[in-house]
């Protein structure tokens, strides 16, 4: 086995420019889809997509320049730059800000929905979705609280608190569990209902897992859009499985499709394909 092997196989491996380089660029890509499998952190693709781009080149680069030990210090000294440069790179992919500033929650309507109404059968399903799926960005020295965050995946970017809340959100804001579900429910009917406006036949028909989901992928991509969805016309139509399927298509931002809101859209299908439970 030997003779196929050169005799500075470690050298050639790890220490080489273009070695190094192919590492780098390997732990990077992976670590990447660890952080995403292991804490559901999604990435920028386009940043990182430039960031292997440029790793590529570099291995060509350390192809061709000279790698004995009069090099050693360049080499460090390349290395260090590099290691700088994709550090503020991949930083950049996953980029969010947060304030110190502790600020008052603002007002809203206390309300508690009631059984016995639509709404009181739909927020229970609702709810718990798009809290699961808009998540918790928790505060770096309190675990508990929600702090503010700027959403990098709108064009413009948001600045976003709680659960997915944008209004009134602020650089520094800190709020409670019990703040942001307080928040969430009336701000979440109030998208439900506007969708529910552009119901206008077998509206009366529709079973409670299609009204929750559709909830949920309205708050996502605002009443208008959902307003104008396919969905909504296949609801119209009565056929609630259509309506359904057609949640799924609308997992993009900024024209690519994110990962996050794939995963997010087949759960609602889910959701919503529970339907004939109901009937």
């Not at 350390?62 to 009069?70: A, E, L, P, Y």
């Not at 798009?130 to 505060?139: I, L, P, R």
């Amino acid at each position: 086995m030997r003779k196929y092997i050169v005799d500075d196989w470690f050298k050639a491996l790890f220490l080489g420019y273009a070695s190094v380089f192919n590492l780098i660029a390997l732990a990077i890509l992976l670590g990447a889809e660890f952080i995403y499998s292991r804490y559901g952190v999604d990435y920028d693709p386009y940043i990182i997509g430039w960031v292997a781009v440029a790793l590529n080149l570099l291995v060509w680069f350390g192809r061709v320049i000279k790698q004995d030990v009069r090099t050693r210090v360049m080499r460090f000294a390349v290395f260090g730059i590099v290691a700088l440069a994709l550090g503020m790179g991949v930083g950049r992919a996953y980029a969010m800000e947060v304030g110190p500033q502790l600020v008052e929650a603002p007002e809203r309507a206390e309300e508690v929905a009631k059984p016995d109404t639509l709404w009181g059968r739909v927020a229970p399903l609702s709810v718990p979705m798009v809290a699961k799926w808009e998540g918790k960005h928790a505060c770096p020295d309190n675990a508990a609280l929600h702090c503010s965050y700027l959403d990098t995946l709108p064009n413009p970017n948001l600045w976003t608190v709680c659960y997915g809340h944008t209004r009134t959100a602020q650089p520094g804001q800190r709020f409670t569990e019990a703040d942001c579900r307080e928040m969430l429910g009336p701000e979440l009917r109030e998208y439900w209902e506007g969708w529910l406006d552009a119901v206008t036949r077998f509206r009366s028909e529709i079973p409670e897992p299609v009204h929750a989901a559709a909830a949920s992928l309205t708050y996502n991509i605002g009443i208008g859009g959902a307003r104008k969805a396919s969905m909504t016309t296949a609801i119209n139509a009565g056929d609630f499985d259509d309506g359904c399927k057609r949640m799924t298509r609308y997992n993009r931002s900024g024209g690519r499709v994110i990962r996050g809101l794939v995963n997010r859209r087949q759960y609602e299908f889910g959701v919503c394909m529970t339907w004939r439970e109901y009937t």
